[in-house]
């Protein structure tokens, strides 16, 4: 066969598996995976091997140019599709919006940092192809699971601590609630995301809870990798993230995550309130003049908390955020004034201070979050 004929044929190759349609659809979120996409799909390529699949690269607009890298594999791998997220940040989110691309009756979601093994793709499509289950997770606590090399000590411990929280206050019976790394049937996803938390990155978590019962579950043990480029993208800020979802699902979504994202930072801010107002006390400044700088320096406080955690997806950076930093102050004036108000006139016995404090700063907190969310942090 010469080389042109051989070439035909590979562009026939492509555009058969081009024309069959994906029984799996996997979902790779990704925020600087630049070095390790081409690795994962030459792995996907390998351990999908006779699986009608697609790859769904769901990219939060890397700064390291992860969605040009995924592009140009597209553009000579017809299974490759990419979905670039411009304003929106979250693993949970690109999850669902990559759920929700695809038209194959099965869909499979991991990292794409290589820390979850491909290999086992096949076992839990399998599984699902029996039809006694909805939702295969690939668990590191069942036997024969571990977290290998891929958790340091700290973490591995604080995902102990979240899978019993889970197991404890949601009921889950799962055995790894905190996996990443699971397969499920498409049209059971699709008639739970309109209850999904865009939020966060426990997508499993919310979709367990959230189904209430209804899903068959399987789960399977593996073993997780260790990262091998680029950087976790958890940071300790994610705690009080997932600390917002589980009051959330324990409430029954009655509340938004988010609003429980502002309030646990609130709570945060509670506390830097009363150690500066104690502190003004101490250096001589009266009670109103203590309490309004205790009340900006915990604003200062619960900006960039929030900037960082409650509003991640709408994140302000450079000018924008000293301009959102004014905005903050400006609208949290108005709480202020409350929380002066409020304080002063409980404020009658020194002893008292701490009552006084906490009662002032809970009344600015509901203004706070209505104006801060349509204002400082309004969608673009």
Same mark, same amino acid.
């Given at each position: ?45 390998? !351990? ?84 006694? !289950? ?247």
């Amino acid at each position: 066969m010469s080389d042109d004929n051989a070439g035909e044929g590979g562009a026939e190759a492509q555009t058969g598996v081009a024309a069959q349609a994906a029984e799996l659809s996997v979902i790779l979120p990704s925020f600087n995976e630049a070095a390790n996409i081409p690795i994962l799909v030459n792995l996907l390529h390998t !351990a999908l091997a006779g699986i009608a699949w697609e790859a769904i690269v769901v990219d939060d607009n890397s700064p390291d140019g992860t969605t040009d890298v995924a592009r140009k594999i597209a553009l000579i791998d017809p299974r490759i599709r990419v979905i670039r997220r411009i304003g929106r940040r979250g693993l949970s989110g690109a999850c669902i919006e990559g759920i929700l691309a695809s038209s194959a009756p099965f869909v499979a979601v991991m990292d794409a940092d290589l820390q979850h093994d491909e290999t086992m793709l096949p076992k839990m499509l399998a599984e699902l192809r029996t039809g006694d !289950a909805d939702l295969v997770v690939a668990s590191r606590k069942v036997d024969g699971g571990t977290v290998g090399e891929g958790l340091s000590k700290i973490r591995a411990w604080g995902s102990n601590i979240a899978n019993s929280l889970a197991q404890k206050l949601l009921n889950v019976t799962l055995e790894d609630p905190m996996s990443g790394f699971f397969m499920v049937r498409r049209e059971k996803a699709e008639a739970l995301a309109p209850k999904l938390s865009p939020q966060g990155f426990k997508i499993l978590l919310d979709l367990v809870s959230s189904a209430k019962g209804s899903l068959r579950i399987r789960e399977l043990p593996f073993t997780f990798r260790e990262r091998q480029h680029g950087e976790s993208k958890l940071d300790t800020l994610v705690t009080f993230d997932y600390f917002g979802l589980l009051l959330a699902k324990y409430f029954g979504d009655v509340i938004s995550v988010r609003f429980l994202m502002f309030g646990l930072v609130g709570a945060s801010g509670l506390v830097v309130h009363l150690v500066a107002l104690r502190l003004f006390l101490l250096g001589g400044l009266d009670f109103n003049m203590g309490q309004t700088a205790a009340s900006f320096v915990a604003m200062t406080s619960n900006f960039f908390l929030n900037n960082q955690l409650t509003y991640r997806d709408r994140r302000l950076r450079g000018v924008q955020a000293v301009i959102g930093l004014l905005t903050f102050y400006a609208v949290c004036s108005v709480g202020v004034l409350a929380n002066v108000g409020v304080a002063n006139l409980i404020y009658a016995d020194p002893s008292y201070w701490w009552f006084a404090g906490t009662a002032g700063a809970i009344m600015g907190a509901v203004w706070n979050y209505a104006a801060s969310s349509a204002l400082t942090w309004r969608k673009s």
